[in-house]
Structures are given as C-alpha cells and as structure tokens.
C-alpha cells in the first residue's frame, strides 16, 4: 500500500466520541490507511460543513471524494467496500440480528446507560434501574459466545465499544456499579476479550486522558 | 419448503406499512395481523421481548424487528426480484443515510405537529418542512429516490403521506403548497399497486389521530 491509499480514505472525528472511534476501529480491523482529522465541534471546519451539510457531526468518512456520515452507515460501507474480515455474517437472518443489536445500543443500551452516569440525585434510581436492564438484555444475547460476532469481531462488538470501553470509564466517575463481574459476569468478561484484542487495543483512546475528558465533563 | 410469512402490524402504523411495501414490491404472499397495542398479543410479546413493538416479520417461525432492519432482510432474502438497495457500496450507504434522516427527523416533527400547541407545534412545523424541502432537494430530477423504480428510500419515507391531512389539519399548513415536487412524488408512489395497498386512506388516519387527540386530552 502506497502513500496515495491514505489521501484516499479520512475519517473526519473527535478522539473522545465512541461513535468516531466505531469508524477508527472498523478501518484498522480491515487494515485500511487513512488520514485522520480532529474536528472541534465548537468550531466547525469548513471540510466538515462540506461533507455532513445536513448534520454538520462527526464521524464522517471520505473515500475516494465521496462521503459518507452516521457511524453505523459508515461501518455498514466499510464492510461492503473491503472484504476481508467480514463484519457481517452471510445468512441474511444473522445478518437481520446484528443489525438489531446495533440499533438497539444506539436507541436504547447507550442511552440508558449514558442517563444513568450523568443522572442527578432524583432521578438516579429510575435511570440506574434502566442501566441495568439495558445491560442484561444485552449479556442475554452474548450468552456463551467470545464476541458478539462469534469467534471474531463482528459488527455488534465494534458498535458496542461504549459498552466495552467507555462504560467502566463513566462508571467510576459517576461512582457508580453498572458494569461489574459481579452483576454481569459474561458481559464483563467480553469486555475484557475486547479491550484485550490486539488491534481493538491499538485503537482506542488512552484511558488516563478519556478519563481525565470525562471528568472535566462532570465538573460543569 | 413454503416460506411461511406473518406480519405483526398496526394499520396506521408509517413502520408497518414499510414492511407491506417492501412485501408487495417482492410479490410475498403473507398474514397480516392487526394488533391491539393497548393490549398486546402473546405473539408479540414473544417475538419482540426486547422492544414490544410492531412491526414484526416473522419469517419460519424467527421473528425480524425493526422496520428498515426488516425491509433490508426481506430485499435480501427475495434478492432476484425487484431490488430495494443499490449494489453499488456507496450508494448503498447514501440510501441508508437518507432512511436513517426519515427515522430521525419525520415521525417526530410530524408528531410535535399533531400532539402540541404554540411555540412548540411552530418549531415542530419548522422542522418537519424543512426535512421534507431537503428530502426534495435529494430527490432532485429522479422519479424516485430509487431512480427509475422505487427504492429503500422511498419505502422509508411515502407512508408518512397516509398522515399528511392529520399534518395539515392540526398543523394548519398546506404541504402542497411549501413543498410541491414532495407532494407530486408521494402520487407517483402511490400509482404503484404495492404502495396504494399498503397506505390506509389518508381520511381513516385522520379519524384515528382525532381519536388518539381525544385520548391525550388535546382536543
């Protein structure tokens, strides 16, 4: 791969965002190069108006001039422009599940938990309660497997980098029990396959500093 | 072996109708059940744990939630007929972004429109026609958002034209009027026997969300 293969493909994101690092992780599990571009929300760049005109957010992907936006569009097109190391299973079935999976931790599992870690005194236990829930339909559907993919990395485990990942980060900081070996044994250990994974690991952001963003977060 | 289909609906349901369509577009003979969604069936609290909601395609037995989730199967699984998604990978996604802005954007303003008063049902009517102008904008010179045939887009977006008067009544705006290549759009559609099958007169809507207004206290 030459350098021109970078110009090629540029991700467009925030190094705090889960939903950017989706796309940064989805690129290095295929091996693709790419050029990456911070965005400052506040401050939006001219690239970003130009290439996400209707959400102006991040992440968005650019290949070969066209671009594309929504982390789940964009993981969906990553696996359907480059073969190897297929997302997606082929049984249009299984396929149908993982997408399930994905949107309801878009709908439902990541707002759940996100309400509960920035929740205030009064509504702590409601969303607290809500967290849990959410956690445990998606420890039903990991049931035995290693991933969420099955043996390998599969769409719903890069979608679920929240959970694997931010969550534990969030948790502490809110001072919170969501996601504990202890309640959820299966699921806390995939997280931990997950964080461990030798490109997953490569490609999400250093802890100390999510978890120093985070904090700074709360303080406001 | 015969497919055996089911579809677990409620007839003025813009999600439901998704999945009529895209059953019609493919020629799939299948159940229709209507359910009670103050009362849910077993059957549907069984295939859809998770969320309780129709739509529901059951397809042999294993159920499919989520109504673009589910067009996307049924387009995959009946591949050699009538296809809803591009083959080309970007075009593909480009459909995807546009189903997933009808998602995030219609229902809801639609439903500020209907359900709210003041300045609120005013953003609401802000938002809701500044998402249909765009979708127009999208659109452009193609008779669909599909190209020569209707396509995932469409089928996301045309059955949110079976609540244009319940929009227009409740919303005092003309829809015609603000946006008229969207409203010249939605009739090609509905030209189509797989879309006219599947959208409930616009007059019964009307009548079930003067009903639901009663309901909620609105009227």
């Given at each position: 791969m030459d350098s021109s293969d970078n110009e090629q493909v540029r991700l467009l994101g925030k190094w705090a965002s889960p939903f950017s690092n989706r796309v940064d992780l989805a690129l290095k599990l295929k091996g693709v190069p790419y050029k990456y571009s911070e965005e400052d929300l506040a401050n939006k760049s001219v690239d970003l108006l130009n290439y996400n005109?209707?959400?102006?957010?991040?992440p968005v992907l650019v290949h070969n001039g066209n671009s594309i936006a929504e982390s789940l569009v964009i993981l969906q097109y990553i696996d359907e422009a480059w073969n190897?190391?297929?997302?997606?299973?082929?049984?249009p079935y299984q396929r149908a599940l993982a997408r399930f999976w994905c949107k309801t931790l878009d709908d439902k599992i990541l707002p759940a938990i996100w309400n509960a870690c920035w929740s205030n005194e009064k509504g702590r236990e409601k969303a607290v309660e809500e967290a849990l829930e959410a956690l445990k339909i998606l420890q039903d559907e990991l049931k035995?497997?290693?991933?969420f993919g099955g043996e390998t990395i599969g769409l719903v485990d890069i979608a679920a980098n929240f959970i694997g990942y931010w969550v534990s980060i969030l948790q502490e900081i809110a001072g919170l029990e969501l996601l504990t070996i202890e309640k959820f044994p299966k699921l806390y250990k995939w997280s931990q396959e997950y964080i461990n994974h030798p490109v997953i690991k490569e490609g999400l952001p250093p802890r100390d500093e999510l978890f120093a963003f985070f904090k700074a977060s709360a303080k406001k | 072996m015969a497919d055996e289909v089911t579809l677990l609906d409620f007839w003025p349901s813009p999600f439901g109708m998704r999945v009529r369509i895209a059953l019609a577009e493919k020629g799939i003979k299948y159940e229709y059940k209507d359910e009670d969604l103050r009362n849910k069936s077993p059957l549907l609290l069984k295939m859809?744990?998770?969320?309780?909601?129709?739509p529901v395609l059951v397809h042999n037995g294993k159920p499919i939630c989520e109504s673009l989730i589910a067009v996307q199967y049924i387009d995959e699984v009946w591949s050699?007929?009538?296809?809803?998604?591009?083959?080309?990978p970007y075009q593909r996604a480009q459909a995807r972004f546009w189903a997933d802005f009808v998602d995030k954007k219609i229902y809801d303003a639609g439903r500020k429109v209907w359900t709210t008063k003041g300045e609120e049902q005013e953003a609401g009517k802000k938002e809701f026609l500044d998402a249909l102008k765009l979708l127009e904008e999208q659109l452009g010179?193609?008779?669909?958002f599909g190209g020569d045939n209707i396509g995932y887009v469409d089928v996301s977006l045309v059955p949110f034209y079976s609540w244009f008067k319940a929009y227009e009544t409740f919303g005092n705006i003309n829809i015609e009027k603000e946006c008229p290549k969207f409203i010249a759009w939605a009739k090609r559609c509905l030209q189509k026997e797989s879309v006219s099958k599947s959208l409930p007169d616009q007059n019964k809507v009307f009548d079930f969300i003067v009903e639901m207004r009663k309901k909620f206290g609105l009227e």
């Open positions: 005109p209707v959400h102006k957010k991040v190897n190391h297929p997302f997606l299973p082929q049984e035995d497997k290693k991933f | 859809n744990p998770v969320h309780k909601k129709i050699d007929r009538s296809p809803l998604l591009p083959s080309d010179d193609k008779p669909y």
